[in-house]
C-alpha cells in the first residue's frame, strides 16, 4: 500500500479518535506488526505452491484490509483461500488473457485463478486504456474472491485517475419483498485524488454488513443485533453469531440489503444497486450471476465476476482545478452544522486512513480466536508461525 504520508494533524486524529476498535476486554487480542503479519500470510501460499509474486500480492490486499480497520475481509479471510486451494477450484497457474480488447473496453478471462491477481492486472489494465482514451473499463470472468474493492481503486489514484471497482460474489442477499438468498454482497468502490492525502474512498457492500463481519462476530463470540439477517420465514434474526452464520450457510436465512426489508427505509435501492453490480460484473463480462455464482469453498470454480473501471481526470478537466473543486466540497462539507453526537464531520476513506496511518505504527489488533486459528494454518503447513507481536 501506497499513500502513506500524512500531516500531523490528521495523525494527532488518528490516534486520538480514530482507533477505537470493537468493545471486547483487551485481553482477548494483541497487536501484531503488519510486515510480519504479511510476511507469514505470504509464506502460506508459497508453502500452498503459489508463486512468489502472487503470494505477495494476495498477502499485500489481505493486510491491506486489516490495517484500514476492514476486519471482515482481512486475515480471517486467510482459511477460505487456504481452502481453496486445496479443493482445486483455485488455479494457481491460470493462462489469464483477455478475450475482447477493443479501444477503451476490455474483458479479462482470469482462468479460475486468485481474483486478487485477476482484478490487479484488470484495473492495471484500465489505467493504461484511460492513458489512451480518457477512460478504460475492464470486466472480469472466471475470477474468485479478490479481497477489499477499495484496493484496486486506489492504484487508479496513485496515477491521479479516479477509480471504480465492483464485483458480485456468492449469493447472500434478500432481494427486496424476498426472504431467500439470492444476490451478493456487491460491494461498490469509488476512489478520487486529493492535493494531500486522504485521497477520497468509498468502498462499501450493498448489503447491511458484509458476510465477513458476522463471521468474525462468531469468531469472536459477540452477538448480532435485529435488522441484519432474516429468516426464510420472514422473521428477522438476532443473537448467537455461528448459528445465525449456520443458517445462511444452509440457506435457512439471508442477510438484507441496505435500507433493510422495507421500501419504506430503502430496501429497494440496496437490492437494486446490488442488481446492477451483477448485471455489470456478471451478466455482461460472461461470468456467473444471482445465485449461479459460487463459494471459494465450493466443489467447483466460483466464476464470480468484477468490473474495473479507470478515468483519466486530466483528459476532462486540468488536474489542479479537478483537485482544487475537490478541496472547495470538502471545506464545505467540513463546515457544515456538526449533529450533536457526531464527533466529526468525516469524508469516505478518512477513518479508514487514519487507522492505517495508527496500525502501522502500533499494530493491527487480532483476536486471540483468529490468532489460534492462523497457528492452526501454520501447523498443518508445517512454517514457523513467527509474527511479531507488538507490546501495549
Known amino acids: 500500500m501506497k499513500l502513506n504520508s500524512h500531516s500531523k494533524d490528521l495523525e ?136 477489499i474493492a477499495g484496493y484496486y481503486v486506489l492504484k487508479a489514484v496513485e496515477r491521479n485517475m479516479i477509480g471504480i471497482c465492483m464485483t458480485n460474489s456468492e449469493p447472500l442477499i434478500a432481494y427486496i419483498n424476498s426472504v431467500e438468498r439470492y444476490l451478493g454482497t456487491n460491494p461498490i468502490a469509488f476512489a478520487a485524488p486529493r492535493k494531500t492525502p486522504p485521497p477520497i474512498l468509498f468502498d462499501a457492500a450493498m448489503s447491511i454488513v458484509p458476510i465477513g463481519k458476522i463471521e468474525i462476530y462468531g469468531k469472536i463470540g459477540r452477538d448480532i443485533p435485529m435488522g441484519w439477517v432474516i429468516g426464510v420465514d420472514g422473521s428477522l434474526l438476532h443473537g448467537d453469531a455461528k448459528k445465525i452464520l449456520s443458517s445462511i450457510r444452509r440457506k435457512e436465512a439471508a442477510i438484507l440489503p441496505i435500507g433493510g426489508y422495507l421500501e419504506d427505509y430503502g430496501g429497494h435501492k440496496g437490492s437494486g444497486l446490488a442488481l446492477i453490480v451483477d448485471i455489470l460484473s456478471g451478466i455482461l463480462s460472461g461470468a456467473a450471476w444471482g445465485h449461479h455464482v459460487l463459494h471459494t469453498l465450493s466443489d467447483k470454480p466460483a466464476n464470480v465476476g468484477h468490473t474495473l473501471i479507470a478515468i483519466d481526470i486530466s483528459k476532462f478537466i486540468d488536474l489542479e482545478e479537478f483537485l482544487n473543486r475537490v478541496e472547495a466540497m470538502v471545506k464545505e462539507i467540513k463546515s457544515l452544522r456538526k449533529a450533536p453526537w457526531a464527533d466529526n464531520i468525516w469524508i469516505p476513506g478518512e477513518k479508514a486512513w487514519l487507522t492505517m496511518q495508527t496500525r502501522l505504527k502500533i499494530g493491527i489488533p487480532i483476536h486471540q480466536n483468529l490468532l489460534n486459528s492462523l497457528k492452526s494454518i501454520a501447523q498443518q503447513l508445517n512454517i514457523e508461525f513467527d509474527i511479531e507481536k507488538i507490546k501495549k
Do not use: C
Not at 500470510?41 to 489481505?62: N, Q, T
Not at 479471510?77 to 489469464?96: D, Q, S, T
Open 12 to 147: 494527532t486524529l488518528g490516534f486520538n479518535i480514530y482507533e477505537k476498535e470493537m468493545p471486547i476486554p483487551s485481553n482477548e487480542y494483541v497487536r501484531v506488526d503488519a510486515s510480519s503479519l504479511k510476511d507469514f500470510v505470504k509464506r502460506v501460499f508459497i508453502a500452498l505452491g503459489v508463486s512468489s509474486g502472487d503470494a505477495e500480492i494476495v498477502a499485500d490486499v489481505l493486510v491491506a484490509a486489516d490495517l484500514m480497520g476492514i476486519s471482515s475481509h482481512g486475515v480471517q479471510r486467510l482459511e477460505r483461500y487456504v481452502g481453496g486451494v486445496k479443493r482445486g477450484v483455485i488455479n494457481l497457474k491460470p493462462n489469464m488473457r483477455f478475450d475482447v480488447d477493443f479501444g477503451a473496453i476490455a474483458i479479462l478471462n482470469a482462468d479460475n485463478g486468485f481474483g486478487q491477481i485477476a482484478a490487479l492486472k484488470a484495473i492495471e489494465y484500465a489505467i493504461d486504456k484511460a492513458n489512451r482514451f480518457g477512460i478504460g473499463m475492464v470486466l472480469v470472468k472466471h475470477s474468485h474472491h479478490f479481497g
